[in-house]
Structure formats: structure tokens, C-alpha cells
């Protein structure tokens, strides 16, 4: 990572309506060669749901282009047809770069501005209708390749072949698999969710979900969020 991520895609979407839908969605992304990146994301790219998509904590989305390949085997037509890179809404396209290379908190430069890496991606039902399988989000939520998202540390213009430049790394020990794992397997794992819990630069959802997991010994109901009813 010393030489840095080459951004192979940089990419922005318009509201749509989603596979048919009523749903309204920024998912169906284009590709651009430039644009300003603020503390809200990039200029012009939309979102459906202004609620769980977007804003500050969640200002660009990044997926690993590396598990299309693999996705591509396991699904069906059409879905499979699908995976290409774009699919999952994705601002940033990269090579090379997974979950098990991002931390907790990272931070990063990017043409002009500076990336913080707040959260993991959090898959929902939206993802089922995008791809025409009824249970995708919870796949993608159990295979720990959701993608994740950044805030903005300082806005900037960023452009396709500009370079991710790791500047600063406080949580080497929490690469974002781990946080996964944490989420949605060893999910009462108490020791670890008290570190979580201590990893300030986490987004503030992210961080009362997990202390409330310490709190109640519980794990929250994913169900609305997953299927969309619930």
C-alpha cells in the first residue's frame, strides 16, 4: 500500500426508480473522470434514502472490485450478469484491495482531499430488488465482503487515477474484516465488542449498536433491515 490504491472507477448516480419499483435509488452509478468531494460526498451523486445512504458518516462508498469474480460464480442469471464493478453503488473502484486491507479509522489522502474510514457497509433489503434475490442482503452480510464507507476530513477534488494514500492507521489490529466478523459471526464476543467500543473514529451508529450489544447481551434484530418488513 506504500505506493498507494489506483481508483480504476470513480462514479455518481441519479435517483432512479429501483428494478421496477416505486423505491427511488442512487445505486445504478455512473462513471465519471472527476469531481469535488465534500463532507457529504461527491457533487451530484444522489441518494433514495437520505436516511440510511449518504451524509457525513457515510460520504463515499467503497467495494472491493475482488469479490465480483467470486459472486459471479455463486449467483444465478441475471444476478450474475450484475456483477461488474458498480454494481453495489460504489464510488471508489480498486483492484487489489479488500476488507482484510482497510482498518478501522484508517485515513487516507485522495487527490485533494482526506478520507477517514468510519464503518463497514451494513447491508439492506434495497439489495435483494437490485439483483433480483430475495435473500441477497443477508448473503452478502454473511460472506463479510460488504464494502465500507468513508467521511471526509477535508473536501477536495478527486479524480479516476488518482491515488489512495494511506496517511495514518491508529487500529491496525481492527482490519475491517475483523469488524465484520464481530458483527455477524462472533457476534457476543464481549471482549472484543468493549475494544470496538473504544475505537473512537467507529461512526456513532456503529458505536451505540455495539454498546448496546455490551449492555443487553443481546444481538439486535436485523430482520427490517435485511428483508424491509419485519
Known amino acids: 500500500m506504500a505506493s498507494g490504491i489506483v481508483i480504476r472507477q470513480l462514479r455518481i448516480g441519479s435517483l432512479?426508480?429501483?428494478?421496477?419499483?416505486?423505491?427511488?435509488?442512487?445505486?445504478?452509478?455512473?462513471?465519471?473522470d472527476s469531481a469535488y468531494l465534500g463532507v457529504n460526498g461527491l457533487n451530484d451523486d444522489q441518494h433514495g434514502d437520505k436516511r440510511h445512504h449518504g451524509g457525513p458518516e457515510k460520504a463515499l462508498h467503497h467495494f472491493a472490485s475482488d469479490h465480483y469474480a467470486r459472486l459471479r460464480r455463486e449467483f444465478p442469471e441475471p444476478a450474475s450478469g450484475h456483477c461488474q464493478p458498480g454494481a453495489f453503488g460504489e464510488n471508489l473502484v480498486t483492484e487489489g484491495f479488500t476488507e482484510t486491507d482497510v482498518c478501522a479509522g484508517d485515513t487516507f489522502k485522495l487527490g485533494e482531499a482526506i478520507l477517514q474510514v468510519s464503518q463497514p457497509r451494513q447491508p439492506c433489503w434495497r439489495l435483494n430488488l437490485r439483483f433480483g434475490i430475495p435473500d441477497m442482503s443477508r448473503r452478502m452480510q454473511n460472506s463479510l465482503g460488504t464494502g465500507w464507507y468513508y467521511r471526509v476530513l477535508q473536501p477536495g477534488m478527486v479524480s479516476k487515477e488518482d491515488k489512495l494514500?494511506?496517511?495514518?492507521?491508529?487500529?491496525?489490529d481492527w482490519p475491517l474484516s475483523r469488524v465484520l466478523s464481530v458483527l455477524y459471526e462472533n457476534t457476543l464476543n464481549l471482549n472484543a465488542l468493549?475494544?470496538?467500543a473504544d475505537i473512537n473514529e467507529l461512526s456513532p451508529n456503529l458505536k451505540e449498536l455495539v454498546k448496546r450489544r455490551l449492555e443487553t447481551q443481546q444481538v439486535e434484530d436485523w430482520e427490517r433491515r435485511l428483508v424491509g418488513r419485519a
Open 16 to 32: 432512479t426508480k429501483l428494478a421496477g419499483t416505486e423505491t427511488l435509488t442512487g445505486i445504478y452509478k455512473r462513471e465519471i
Open 165 to 172: 494514500m494511506l496517511k495514518e492507521r491508529p487500529h491496525e
Open 194 to 196: 468493549a475494544s470496538m
